[in-house]
């Protein structure tokens, strides 16, 4: 009896790690002396984040904050998708940053197609918003990982159920 093994590829975060990682930065901005009379915002909804303040050198610092609090907890900086630079009231300036979760069609076509490609004994299969990769043998699956996790996709990648 051959038993086939399997795993999927998704695009998501850990949302808890993102509100964390959005608490820390509002502690930072709130405490670093050229950030303190700003009056920042930085607002977490379902799919975006909010940043309101003063200038374009404070929205840079910002980010600065925002990014190296998210890789401290293991967020991949490819879930930001940063908007324009709109103007707010008051000589204030809003932005915002679209977070990416899930697959797109396109992506998902190209994984498959290079898995197709560069091991044969693989199959790649697309469900929904993840990629399923199975094979008869986990190192051939071990491969598959290594190879997606060097290619540069403009999404980060997670391999979960593997099976």
Not at 70 to 90: M, N, Q, V
Not at 145 to 155: A, C, F, M, T
């Amino acid at each position: 009896m051959a038993t086939t093994y399997s795993f999927d590829v998704v695009s998501e975060f850990d949302r808890q790690e993102l509100v964390n990682a959005i608490d820390q930065t509002m502690r930072t901005i709130n405490s670093r002396y050229d950030l303190k009379d700003t009056q920042t915002t930085v607002e977490l909804s379902d799919d975006f984040i909010t940043i309101q303040t003063a200038s374009e050198m404070t929205l840079t610092a910002v980010h600065d904050t925002l990014q190296a609090k998210a890789t401290k907890r293991d967020l991949s900086l490819k879930i930001f998708d940063y908007g324009p630079i709109e103007s707010a009231s008051g000589n204030r300036i809003r932005q915002k940053i679209t977070l990416k979760k899930g697959i797109s069609q396109e992506i998902a076509k190209q994984i498959s197609k290079q898995i197709r490609d560069e091991c044969k004994k693989v199959q790649a299969s697309i469900q929904g918003d993840a990629v399923r990769v199975s094979a008869k043998d986990k190192d051939d699956l071990q491969m598959v990982i290594q190879l997606l996790k060097q290619s540069d996709y403009p999404v980060a990648l997670q391999f979960t159920n593997y099976r």
